[in-house]
Nanobody, 125 residues
């Protein structure tokens, strides 16, 4: 299974970015997906997750109301729309897939089996 993340870049505070993550797994529609991020000198942290159906989503408190996760099962792709970006959102963002089918949204790193290479988001003040 390969996950290919894209869409990162440099943006000013208050700006927007849309991250994408394409997965090479036939059963994509049966797996929960999530985005994590890791800022310099900090541990990797959960940002947002989406259930295998797409009906349920979950967000870290600091991004609620600013970020939106979605998925297109026909394209094997999950997205993270990021608005009103802040300098503290600067990090490498990783998409990840829970290898168990019909899994719920998990916030722990250990619950995820496959990880993308990461895409850097830099928000300038």
């Amino acid at each position: 299974v390969q996950l290919q993340a894209s869409g990162g870049g440099l943006v000013q505070a208050g700006g927007s970015l849309r991250l994408s993550c394409a997965a090479s797994i036939r059963s994509f529609s049966l797996h929960a997906m999530a985005w994590f991020r890791q800022a310099p000198g900090k541990e990797r942290e959960f940002v947002s997750g989406i259930s295998w159906t797409g009906a349920s989503t979950y967000y870290q408190d600091s991004v609620k109301g600013r970020f939106t996760i979605s998925r297109d099962n026909a394209k094997n792709t999950v997205y993270l729309e990021m608005n009103s970006l802040k300098p503290e959102d600067t990090a490498v963002y990783y998409c990840t897939l829970n290898g168990r089918r019909f899994s719920t949204i998990e916030i722990k790193i250990a619950e995820y089996d496959y990880w993308g290479q990461g895409t850097l988001v830099t928000v300038s003040s």
